[in-house]
């Protein structure tokens, strides 16, 4: 059975080897490459204990738009094993590049044998930030990637509703961090922007070298285009272009993955301007009939 808590002050580790980061990113980037024949995308599907390596794509704790006054992201880890486990955090600051062998923002905690353990408001708590950015779980064991870790994990932005005392929140999943490591496209679904409802987009970029991606925001009575370059490992996130969009979908394509496959993830949320609820779109595969075949769907 597994058992919640519920954590305000965590225990946190600093991180005392200097190599660590660059060691665990590299392993798993090692591990990438060897599953780099596209069948990474079904990995959530075919393995039920846990992505091994998670990415929460948008985090923070900050003031907020549209009359929000305040948000935080709570975040929820679990381990399914009956040994603690050790879990590496890096937190990438929205619009900066964040090297392995950098000054990184990054901390050791550890998972209590079969717990879910809330961490509320965790970029300050946890990572004593402020801001928006992407957050880096990798479970780790002597000081190397764990590969027979059994975690996983769930974050909610939680925000104050405007004239009220109550709030609301939207929830961003984890997601494997080779998500679209052999993928060039991918769309966000399902969102909405037009005089009662505001859409933000964002891309996390894992990998070396900077990233332009050329987005798309098709909708049911606007068509807008523009690109964005997001640093090596870093994120970027913004609002769509203006405009009265009605139902919309937004297209994600990476223009420059030169002969190396590139691990990215985008996202997109929509938001009513009045009542400040929400919901996330994480951007899914653009599979062609030929790929579906080859993962076999």
Known sequence: MILPEVVTSPVVKPIEDATLVARVMAQALERRSRTRDGRVHIKAIDDVRSARRLVIPVAGSNAGGGGTLFFRSDVTLINYDDIPEDVLVIYWPIGTSNPPGGSLSAVQITLPPTRAVTYVDFVATVMNKGGLGTLLFYPIYLGQLDDAAAVDGLSRIYTKQPGSNGT??????????DHFSAEDTAASLGLRQDAGFRTNYGIVNIDSAP????V?????????????????????QTSAPGGDYGALVVHFELTDPGTNFVSWI?????????????WVSIAGADFSPDQLKNIGL
């Open 266 to 278: 985008a996202y997109a949320s929509s938001t009513d301007n009045i009542t400040g609820d929400g």
């Open 168 to 177: 609301v929140s939207q929830e961003f999943p984890p997601v494997d961090a």
């Open 211 to 214: 990233h332009t991606f050329h």
């Open 216 to 236: 798309r925001f098709v909708g049911e009575r606007l068509t807008t285009e523009t690109n964005l370059t997001v640093p090596a490992y870093g994120m970027l």
